[in-house]
């Protein structure tokens, strides 16, 4: 089993910065890809970033490509999100989730294991 708890998010105005980390326990996430999804209030949980088992491949929503930023540190079984130029519409609980397998992928249904969450909210 794999748990893993999400930690950074806040309140920040429109046009700042804030960097979540996902921290895993219970073994080690080195041989799995993880991602970040997103849910706003209202709407349906959706892809915002994934990383490969080894931070060679990552792939980002169109929405916060330039702006998103996700990485690994295997060494601390972190994946973090940096998360810049935030938008009014970025506002929404942020997951992290670790699938088996190496291979990074933005379809959540294949996802393992998820975090409880951690809320962002971009005030104007």
């Known amino acids: 089993q794999v748990q893993l708890v999400e930690s950074g998010g806040g309140l920040v105005q429109a046009g700042g910065s804030l960097r979540l980390s996902c921290a895993a326990s219970g073994r080690t996430v080195s041989g799995y890809a993880m991602g970040w999804f997103r849910q706003a209030p209202g709407k349906e949980r959706e892809f915002v970033a994934t990383?490969?088992?080894?931070?060679?491949?990552?792939y980002y929503a169109d929405s916060v490509k330039g702006r998103f930023t996700i990485s690994r540190d295997n060494a601390k079984n972190t994946v973090y999100l940096q998360m810049n130029s935030l938008k009014t519409e970025d506002t929404a609980v942020y997951y992290c989730?670790?699938?088996?397998?190496?291979?990074?992928?933005?379809?959540?249904?294949?996802?393992?294991?998820w975090g409880q969450g951690t809320q962002v909210t971009v005030s104007s």
């Open positions: 990383i490969s088992w080894n931070g060679d491949t990552t």
């Open positions: 989730a670790a699938k088996n397998g190496y291979w990074a992928t933005p379809t959540s249904g294949v996802y393992n294991y």
